[in-house]
């Protein structure tokens, strides 16, 4: 039993490192590329602006 309990104990510790390693990756990912993001939110935000100007 007490083999049992260890191995449920060692999986979540896997299962906490792999959620921080996916946490980190869109960390740097979104670090890497904030600013083609903001490049494309604010070519979005003024074609919207001047397509409701037309109407």
Known sequence: MGELQAFWREEDAVAVVEIIL???VLIAL???FSGRLKDLVSQILDKIT???MAI
């Open 22 to 24: 996916i946490v980190v």
């Open 30 to 32: 979104v670090a890497i």
């Open 50 to 52: 001047q397509n409701s």
